[in-house]
Nanobody
Framework: QVQLVESGGGLVQAGGSLRLSCTGS????????LVWFRQALGKEREFVAG????????DYADSVTGRFTMSRDNSQNTAYLQMNSLKPEDTAVYYC????????????????????WGQGTQVTVSS
């Protein structure tokens, strides 16, 4: 199994940027697909971005396409979420999650496809 720890959240003004990090320990990091989810107060957890173990394929939610960039450095056991042009509606707790291998395409944005989760990091965007 893999243990995940997120960092990099904080308070930023609208239009600003933040970079989140997700550091893993345990099994071989490149064996895992990674995703970022977020959960705003009173709302369901939603998919933000996902990346395959090799980093060769990245998917984004429509709401963040063109503003957020996900990447990973398997030599550092770390994945990143660069968030630019932040909006107040991006305010949420951001979670990193992992799945062994790659979930089937119809399930890649589902919370239940990911067995390993970090504790989350708060991102607050002020208007």
């Amino acid at each position: 199994q893999v243990q995940l720890v997120e960092s990099g959240g904080g308070l930023v003004q609208a239009g600003g940027s933040l970079r989140l990090s997700c550091t893993g320990s345990g099994r071989t990091f490149s064996d895992y697909s990674l995703v970022w989810f977020r959960q705003a107060l009173g709302k369901e957890r939603e998919f933000v971005a996902g990346i395959t173990g090799s980093g060769g394929r990245i998917d984004y939610a429509d709401s963040v396409t063109g503003r957020f960039t996900m990447s990973r450095d398997n030599s550092q056991n770390t994945a990143y979420l660069q968030m630019n042009s932040l909006k107040p509606e991006d305010t949420a707790v951001y979670y990193c999650a992992a799945a062994s291998g790659r979930p089937p395409i119809f399930a890649r944005r589902a919370v239940t496809s990911y067995a390993y989760w970090g504790q989350g990091t708060q991102v607050t965007v002020s208007s």
